[in-house]
């Protein structure tokens, strides 16, 4: 731990109200932490997750996701689709699969970049075709928005 | 009665299988408590799919707009088993207790008169089931040199089975896995896929709160039941694995106490026939001198 333990206690009660945010992938529990403030990539566009929030349920496109800590801290993550359920007491993100920024293969990030290009070509019908290319673009956002970090 | 040197031979070579099976002992072992970790992980994911998927089913209902995968296509003439087993044998009956499982069911369903299709995964169960059911086997999907299981494995099934079920291949899908009690207890389980069968004794009351949904509760749960799907594969794979080595273990713990026994009845024998035959040399001289 960095500061004395007096100090970080003084540090939460002084912070806005915290929830409980867990991210899970289907392979482990990635975070599962106390939280001020979350903000998730839905499919209506990026919305911000506070305490007390109304319960919710969306949809979550490939995207990064960051997390403010309680302590104040904040982490990004990568998540590849998945779904939130947001309660006034918690939150937690079941994504497909999520990685932390900083651990991101930008070698399988190409490969799915790839690997989406070639559905959009593989695609046999209309909404196949749409689909797909909601994903490619999806995909291509999020490669450009992580490039700089 | 065997020679000497036919008994020092067999207790070189019993001594060797043990431990051939000692070692396998120890790699089941280790990759178990693997498998146990990677199913303990993945636990919180299925656990609030599960929560979401019958909270959010009681939502929408049986309506019409239900996804073909809840509601089923509303008859049960073609059902489709899944069989999950394992890559490997010399883990005991758990493969054989799985295929046995399925086979019961097969039989069932053919009594009342319903077609059946049979998915394979893994090799053991395929290897089991063909002798009887070879027609009715369509796919075989195998891990072999998969080292360790992942979503992906799952997402190749899943696939699979929902493009099967769109194409109108069936109506009822069952999955057949072995359930990871502890180590030395699996029990074969068949666990129904499509149709979805929502744990309504899971949903306490406590969740039922009102929820706001984006996009719509309808198009969430379009997007939810096929990933549920996948979860619920995945969990039998990783559930299967760890099993797997469990029986493993277990089973080549018995084969090396086996050989320890055998070996001490066999050592037994070799000591009483050498003494057996010094006495004999000893009697002959004796008797010899004895003649002088």
């Given at each position: 731990?960095r500061?004395?333990?007096?100090?970080?206690?003084?540090?939460?009660?002084?912070?806005?109200?915290?929830?409980?945010?867990?991210?899970?992938?289907?392979e482990?529990?990635?975070?599962?932490?106390?939280?001020?403030?979350?903000?998730?990539?839905?499919?209506?566009?990026?919305?911000?997750?506070?305490?007390?929030?109304?319960?919710?349920?969306?949809?979550?496109?490939?995207?990064?996701?960051?997390?403010?800590?309680?302590?104040?801290?904040?982490?990004?993550?990568?998540?590849?689709?998945?779904?939130?359920d947001?309660?006034?007491?918690?939150?937690?993100?079941?994504?497909?699969?999520?990685?932390?920024?900083?651990?991101?293969?930008?070698?399988?990030?190409?490969?799915?970049?790839?690997?989406?290009?070639?559905?959009?070509?593989?695609?046999?019908?209309?909404?196949?075709?749409?689909?797909?290319?909601?994903?490619?673009?999806?995909?291509?956002?999020?490669?450009?928005?992580i490039?700089?970090? | 009665?065997?020679?000497?040197?036919?008994?020092?031979?067999?207790?070189?070579?019993?001594?060797?299988?043990q431990?051939?099976t000692?070692?396998?002992?120890?790699?089941?072992?280790?990759?178990?408590?693997?498998?146990?970790?990677?199913?303990?992980?993945?636990r919180?994911?299925?656990?609030?799919?599960?929560?979401?998927?019958?909270?959010?089913?009681?939502?929408?209902?049986?309506?019409d707009?239900?996804?073909?995968?809840?509601?089923?296509?509303?008859?049960?003439?073609?059902?489709l088993?899944?069989?999950?087993?394992?890559?490997?044998?010399?883990?005991?009956?758990?493969?054989?207790?799985?295929?046995?499982?399925a086979?019961?069911?097969?039989?069932?369903?053919?009594?009342?008169?319903?077609?059946?299709?049979?998915?394979?995964?893994?090799?053991?169960?395929?290897?089991?089931?063909?002798?009887?059911?070879?027609?009715?086997?369509?796919?075989?999907?195998?891990?072999?040199?998969?080292?360790?299981?992942?979503?992906?494995?799952?997402?190749?099934?899943?696939?699979?089975?929902?493009?099967?079920?769109?194409?109108?291949?069936?109506?009822?899908?069952?999955?057949?896995?072995?359930?990871?009690?502890?180590?030395?207890?699996?029990?074969?389980?068949?666990?129904?896929?499509?149709?979805?069968?929502?744990g309504?004794?899971?949903?306490?009351?406590?969740?039922?709160a009102?929820?706001?949904?984006?996009?719509?509760?309808?198009?969430?749960?379009?997007?939810?039941?096929?990933?549920?799907?996948?979860?619920?594969?995945?969990?039998?794979?990783?559930?299967?694995?760890?099993?797997?080595?469990?029986?493993?273990?277990?089973?080549?713990?018995?084969?090396?106490?086996?050989?320890?026994?055998?070996?001490?009845?066999?050592?037994?024998?070799?000591?009483?026939?050498?003494?057996?035959?010094?006495?004999?040399?000893?009697?002959?001289?004796?008797?010899?001198?004895?003649?002088?």
């Amino acid at each position: 731990m960095r500061g004395a333990p007096e100090q970080h206690c003084d540090k939460v009660n002084v912070m806005a109200d915290s929830f409980n945010f867990e991210l899970v992938s289907p392979e482990r529990l990635l975070l599962s932490a106390s939280v001020t403030e979350v903000v998730l990539p839905g499919m209506d566009g990026e919305m911000t997750v506070m305490a007390h929030h109304a319960p919710t349920m969306t949809t979550i496109k490939p995207g990064v996701v960051t997390v403010v800590t309680a302590e104040g801290k904040s982490d990004r993550f990568v998540v590849f689709g998945g779904f939130a359920d947001i309660l006034p007491e918690g939150c937690t993100l079941l994504a497909e699969s999520a990685v932390a920024v900083s651990d991101i293969d930008r070698d399988d990030l190409a490969q799915r970049l790839q690997d989406a290009r070639e559905d959009v070509a593989d695609a046999t019908t209309d909404a196949d075709k749409q689909k797909a290319q909601e994903y490619l673009d999806q995909l291509t956002t999020l490669n450009g928005a992580i490039l700089p970090a | 009665m065997p020679s000497l040197k036919d008994l020092k031979n067999r207790i070189a070579s019993v001594k060797a299988t043990q431990k051939i099976t000692k070692a396998m002992q120890m790699v089941a072992a280790a990759k178990l408590r693997r498998a146990q970790e990677a199913a303990e992980a993945a636990r919180p994911y299925s656990q609030r799919m599960a929560a979401v998927m019958s909270n959010i089913a009681e939502a929408v209902g049986d309506g019409d707009d239900a996804p073909k995968l809840m509601t089923g296509t509303g008859k049960d003439d073609t059902h489709l088993l899944v069989v999950c087993t394992a890559e490997r044998g010399m883990c005991g009956g758990f493969n054989s207790q799985i295929a046995r499982h399925a086979r019961v069911h097969v039989r069932k369903l053919l009594a009342d008169g319903k077609s059946v299709k049979i998915l394979c995964v893994g090799k053991k169960g395929y290897d089991i089931l063909r002798r009887e059911y070879a027609s009715l086997i369509i796919e075989r999907i195998d891990f072999r040199d998969v080292k360790q299981m992942s979503f992906a494995q799952a997402e190749l099934v899943a696939e699979k089975v929902m493009g099967l079920f769109d194409q109108g291949g069936f109506d009822v899908c069952t999955l057949f896995y072995s359930e990871f009690k502890s180590v030395i207890s699996q029990v074969p389980t068949a666990q129904q896929l499509i149709p979805a069968t929502t744990g309504a004794a899971d949903a306490d009351a406590s969740t039922s709160a009102i929820y706001d949904y984006e996009p719509s509760a309808e198009e969430i749960l379009e997007d939810l039941a096929p990933r549920s799907i996948k979860v619920q594969i995945f969990r039998a794979l990783l559930e299967n694995v760890a099993g797997e080595m469990g029986a493993k273990m277990s089973a080549m713990d018995n084969a090396t106490r086996n050989a320890g026994e055998m070996i001490d009845k066999l050592s037994m024998s070799y000591n009483r026939q050498r003494q057996a035959q010094i006495t004999k040399e000893l009697i002959e001289i004796i008797s010899g001198a004895e003649a002088l």
